[in-house]
């Protein structure tokens, strides 16, 4: 039935079937609560972090660039994580003005020869490379932004965190988007060890309700040592992975500034998957509500 013959009337000879009112309707794509939901898990987070005494950091740029979001880290640059399948990068505008020209000659050094005790990496560091604009991959970055600010007064002993949304390019499947709520959380201060590392994760997350916790070996390449985070879960009677941590390298701190002793223990979750959990949601397509047609 075209708009031009019900126009010249001729749909009236036309033989039409009964309307079926039974027809089921468009399926109504996944429910609206989540930013409530997210928003109050992330409310009950920001609360524990301000009650163990950790500061927020500033964390409202999406855009980084490649120094503060890789090089800063120590992440090298012919890392796959740094290639366009992983990473966000921007056209407009494709890279970044601004950068602290004294501490970016200590990170080329670090990269390509090492120092303080490190052999580096060995290869051509690019400056090119570090100026390319993107959306942050972790929010780490503002970790590194704000313990480069703590170099360059004199040394305060600190506890920061950063609840916020991160943007990985990645297939999307049911239970991962492209982007989701990094949770990070750091102590810095004079003589960390490992033990502080665990002691501080048992603290928080025990504060989640999660008790028994166990640790595995893991890798970062801003972290040395790395380890995972499990706890049982009662409900599923299994081990759940709930996070992953680790201490900072002197390959990062010390291009900052930060005086030799210094220790950085930190660690990071999402807030989408302890939402889902605590929730019970299975689709992570109705925390985002996103219209994503796979
Ligand atoms: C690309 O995906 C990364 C994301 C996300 C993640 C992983 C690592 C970090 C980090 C870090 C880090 C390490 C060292 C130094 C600084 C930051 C941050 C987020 C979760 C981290 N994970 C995660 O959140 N799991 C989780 C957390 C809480 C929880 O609570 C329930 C009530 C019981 C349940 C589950 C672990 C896995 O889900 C993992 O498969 C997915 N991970």
Redesign the pocket.
């Known amino acids: 039935l075209t708009r031009e013959n019900m126009q010249r009337d001729d749909w009236k000879d036309l033989e039409f079937k009964e309307y079926n009112f039974c027809a089921k309707g468009q399926p109504a794509e996944g429910g609206h609560l989540h930013p409530l939901l997210k928003e109050r898990v992330r409310q009950q987070l920001k609360m524990i972090f301000l009650q163990m005494g950790f500061e927020e950091m500033p964390t409202n740029n999406f855009v980084e660039s490649s120094f503060w979001n890789f090089d800063a880290l120590f992440q090298p640059q012919q890392h796959p994580a740094r290639d366009s399948h992983d990473t966000f990068f921007l056209q407009a505008p494709s890279t970044t003005k601004q950068l602290p020209e004294d501490y970016v000659e200590r990170v080329k050094e670090i990269h390509e020869s090492g120092g303080y005790g490190s052999r580096g990496y060995a290869y051509e560091w690019k400056r090119d490379e570090a100026n390319k604009n993107l959306l942050r991959t972790?929010t780490?970055a503002v970790?590194s932004r704000m313990l480069y600010l703590l170099a360059q007064n004199s040394f305060l002993p600190k506890r920061y965190f950063s609840i916020d949304r991160v943007f990985?390019n990645e297939a999307v499947d049911r239970t991962h988007l492209a982007e989701?709520h990094?949770?990070?959380g750091?102590v810095c201060d004079r003589g960390l060890t490992l033990g502080d590392l665990i002691g501080v994760l048992h603290d928080f997350f025990s504060r989640?309700?999660?008790e028994n916790l166990r640790f595995k070996p893991a890798y970062?390449p801003?972290?040395e040592p790395?380890m995972e985070i499990f706890?049982y879960?009662e409900g599923f009677k299994k081990w759940?992975?709930?996070?992953?941590?680790?201490i900072?390298r002197p390959e990062m701190l010390r291009p900052m500034g930060l005086p030799e002793d210094v220790r950085v223990i930190?660690?990071?979750?999402?807030l989408e998957?302890?939402t889902m959990?605590?929730y019970g949601i299975d689709n992570i397509r109705d925390l985002f509500g996103h219209k994503v047609d796979l």
């Open positions: 972790h780490t970790s990985r989701f990094q949770i990070e750091l989640l309700g999660m970062n801003y972290t790395s706890s879960h759940v992975e709930i996070g992953n941590s680790g900072f930190a660690w990071g979750l999402s998957r302890p959990i605590l």
